[in-house]
């Protein structure tokens, strides 16, 4: 699992934005945490303003959220972020592996696991879904069973860049989480990512934290074989 994210990062932080310049966004892997979910963890969202943080990515094979059942979520991403300046304040995906069964290889697909990896880790870094006129993308709305859908594509391409435009990191960016790191729950693990000169607007499902936190879920849904959007991705 750490691989598939890993290499779903690598993806995104290395697109190129035009004259060979990259996102102006790191991300930092830290070691693996003994958690089993982030609303047991937090009692909500995945963010607590006076205690150790982390940004998780768990599987959930059970007790998936009942608001999330009929919904026919692959996937859950919580994120909040500060509209001022951009930073990321903490960002956690939960897998349904409940309900669905995820498949890693490509001479049997399932649920393909960096597929949804891959679309999970966008909305970690603030993207959201295309316009309806978006015919085919990693960030699209919805993946059916048995499809591989890992590689971005022009459109993801631009939502990078225009989330996370080229540019000078910001030397004083510490990747050490707030409040502290530690491989137990009580632990916080991430990275600081600010987008220069942006403003607290973004594309997709994120809601800004400002006094009080405010959590979005960007949810995953399948297609069934028919078209439809039985499930799909928030």
Same mark, same amino acid.
């Given at each position: 699992? !750490? !691989?598939?994210?890993? $290499?779903?990062? =690598?993806?995104?932080?290395?697109?190129?934005?035009?004259?060979?310049?990259?996102?102006?966004?790191?991300?930092?892997?830290?070691?693996? /945490?003994?958690?089993?979910?982030?609303?047991?963890?937090?009692?909500?969202?995945?963010?607590? #303003?006076?205690?150790?943080?982390?940004?998780?990515?768990?599987?959930?094979?059970?007790?998936?959220?009942?608001?999330?059942?009929?919904?026919?979520?692959?996937?859950?991403? =919580?994120?909040?972020?500060?509209?001022?300046?951009?930073?990321?304040? $903490?960002?956690? /995906?939960?897998?349904?592996?409940?309900?669905?069964?995820?498949?890693?290889?490509?001479? &049997?697909?399932?649920?393909?696991?960096?597929?949804?990896?891959?679309?999970?880790?966008?909305?970690?870094?603030?993207?959201? @879904?295309?316009? %309806?006129? /978006?015919?085919?993308?990693?960030?699209?709305?919805?993946?059916?069973? @048995?499809? /591989? !859908?890992?590689?971005?594509?022009?459109?993801?391409?631009?939502?990078?860049?225009?989330? @996370?435009?080229?540019?000078?990191?910001?030397?004083?960016?510490?990747?050490?989480?707030?409040?502290? &790191? #530690?491989?137990?729950?009580?632990?916080?693990?991430?990275?600081?990512?600010?987008?220069?000169?942006?403003? %607290?607007?973004?594309?997709?499902?994120?809601?800004?934290?400002?006094?009080?936190?405010?959590?979005?879920?960007?949810?995953?849904?399948?297609?069934?074989?028919?078209?439809?959007?039985?499930?799909?991705?928030?």
């Amino acid at each position: 699992m !750490r !691989r598939i994210v890993q $290499d779903a990062f =690598l993806q995104w932080t290395t697109v190129d934005c035009g004259n060979g310049e990259k996102p102006s966004i790191v991300v930092d892997m830290f070691p693996d /945490v003994n958690c089993t979910n982030v609303a047991e963890i937090t009692g909500d969202a995945g963010y607590k #303003s006076s205690g150790p943080n982390y940004n998780l990515w768990v599987f959930r094979d059970s007790d998936w959220p009942p608001e999330y059942v009929e919904d026919g979520a692959l996937a859950i991403t =919580l994120t909040q972020f500060d509209p001022k300046t951009g930073e990321i304040y $903490d960002s956690d /995906v939960e897998l349904n592996s409940q309900d669905f069964d995820f498949t890693t290889g490509l001479d &049997f697909v399932d649920f393909d696991l960096p597929s949804v990896v891959q679309h999970e880790s966008g909305h970690f870094l603030g993207l959201g @879904h295309p316009e %309806a006129s /978006v015919t085919y993308a990693v960030m699209l709305g919805g993946l059916g069973e @048995h499809v /591989v !859908r890992r590689a971005l594509q022009p459109d993801d391409v631009l939502g990078m860049c225009a989330a @996370h435009p080229p540019g000078k990191l910001d030397p004083n960016c510490d990747p050490e989480p707030r409040h502290g &790191f #530690s491989t137990e729950c009580e632990f916080d693990k991430g990275c600081c990512t600010v987008a220069p000169g942006r403003s %607290a607007s973004r594309r997709g499902s994120w809601v800004a934290l400002v006094g009080v936190m405010l959590t979005a879920a960007a949810r995953l849904r399948w297609k069934s074989k028919t078209g439809k959007a039985a499930r799909g991705y928030v």
